[in-house]
């Protein structure tokens, strides 16, 4: 995509990532792409903000130079360091070596560590303004969100927040870069809750600190790093962040997250039990046959529900392998205080307990009661089943 004039004199210079499968090495986004936002601010002094990722650097390097020669530019303001907004540094540095780079005391360690960067740098402060000429950027401190040097800078003239990942979400942007282009902006906020439980929910605590920090200021336009820009609705993007970091210390929806996995087909033949409880309870529910969809898919789901069902076999003295990934996952991803049942098949002496037991103890989930069989389960079986799913639909 060519550049955008977002406003007089500030241009978004993103571009679409359509190559990379799995985004930080782990998340799917083959069909959906991501988008590096940058942005350029002309004025009496140039502004860059954030970069790309370097296998995109010629095409950023294209868009900069249909808008500016790039020895024009005065400053790049680094509101994050990983490598998907830093990685084309040494490209830009190349063209322009005098460029002064601004970020948080942090981002100064970490570009000597990350590109052995040693010139150049000015460290800004919380809350420090710095004047291009009409414009003027307000740099906020956000540690943790989701990186510890990571700051968001606010234009005061048009009142544009440059919130960098937070606020961000997957999906490359084809029908344009803002809110009110898009006929399908469902689409894009879905994959915005993806890329919070994928990436961002493990820092609810630092969101909702960060969020206290921005309600001062006069919001009118919210241009993440990754995604859509937010210029019909910014109150949009910033409520659904409020909302979603909410999902903490018991805070879920009362949905339930069903999630299984079977060799056999023994531990999953209890399914149509408890999806019928489930409705006749007239409980939401999202069920994930986990050897099918890929994780990323998954979490959303985990962390917006309040109840869980583990629907999965003993497999080599512990759980299935796969479900002890998404579950340990669920603890580095602080999906805490939930509601759980345990439902799976065994051959001889079982095992997934010892770790169902272990692992409901590390995310402090609630574990209301497990039903275990041998081999294929019997309607004694089935009828605890369908109690517990009932206990956990009432507990919710
Ligand atoms: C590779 C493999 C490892 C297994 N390890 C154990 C085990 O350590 N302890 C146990 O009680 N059963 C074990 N089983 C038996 C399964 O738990 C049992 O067959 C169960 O019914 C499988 O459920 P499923 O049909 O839902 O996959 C194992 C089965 C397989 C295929
Ligand atoms: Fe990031
Ligand atoms: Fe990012």
Not at 139 to 152: G, K, L
Not at 282 to 307: E, K, M, T
Request: net charge negative; aromatic share 10%.
């Amino acid at each position: 995509m060519k550049p955008v004039a977002i406003k007089d004199d500030i241009f978004w210079i993103g571009v679409n990532d359509t190559t990379t499968r799995l985004f930080e090495g782990l998340w799917l986004i083959e069909d959906e792409g991501i988008t590096y936002n940058s942005y350029l601010i002309k004025d009496e002094k140039n502004a860059l903000i954030d970069l790309c990722k370097d296998s995109t650097g010629d095409l950023l390097m294209e868009n900069i130079k249909t808008c500016i020669d790039p020895k024009d530019l005065d400053y790049l303001v680094i509101n994050h360091m990983e490598p998907d907004h830093s990685g084309a540094i040494l490209q830009l540095l190349e063209v322009n070596p005098n460029i002064t780079l601004l970020g948080s005391k942090k981002t100064g360690e970490m570009l000597i560590d990350f590109f052995d960067i040693h010139q150049n740098f000015q460290a800004v402060q919380d809350g420090e303004t710095l004047s291009l000429g009409k414009h003027t950027l307000r740099f906020i401190s956000t540690p943790m969100v989701h990186w510890p040097e990571t700051i968001m800078t606010f234009e005061e003239k048009e009142g544009i927040l440059f919130s960098c990942d937070g606020f961000g979400g997957y999906g490359k942007v084809s029908q344009g870069i803002f809110d009110d282009e898009q006929s399908d902006l469902d689409y894009f906020i879905q994959e915005s809750l993806r890329y919070y439980a994928n990436i961002v929910c493990a820092f609810s605590k630092p969101v909702l600190k960060a969020a206290q920090k921005l309600a001062a200021l006069p919001i009118k336009m919210v241009a993440p790093s990754h995604g859509l820009i937010w210029r019909k609705d910014p109150q949009k993007i910033l409520d659904l962040y409020m909302q979603w970091s909410g999902y903490t210390d018991g805070n879920a929806l009362k949905e339930v997250c069903l999630v299984y996995a079977s060799m056999y087909g023994n531990s999953t033949q209890v399914l149509p039990a408890i999806q019928s409880e489930l409705e006749a309870a007239g409980v939401n529910y999202h069920s994930f046959d986990i050897n099918q969809i890929h994780i990323s898919y998954i979490l959303p789901a985990l962390w917006s529900s309040a109840g869980i069902i583990v629907c999965a076999p003993t497999y080599e003295g512990g759980l299935f392998p796969g479900m002890e990934f998404l579950l340990e996952m669920a603890e580095k991803k602080r999906i805490y205080d939930r509601k759980a049942i345990y439902v799976g098949s065994y051959g001889w002496g079982g095992g997934a307990m010892r770790f169902i037991n272990k692992q409901c103890e590390a995310l402090k989930w609630d574990l209301l009661g497990e039903a275990e069989f041998k081999g294929k389960a019997e309607p004694a079986d089935e009828t605890k089943i369908k109690a517990l799913t009932r206990k956990l639909a009432q507990n919710l």
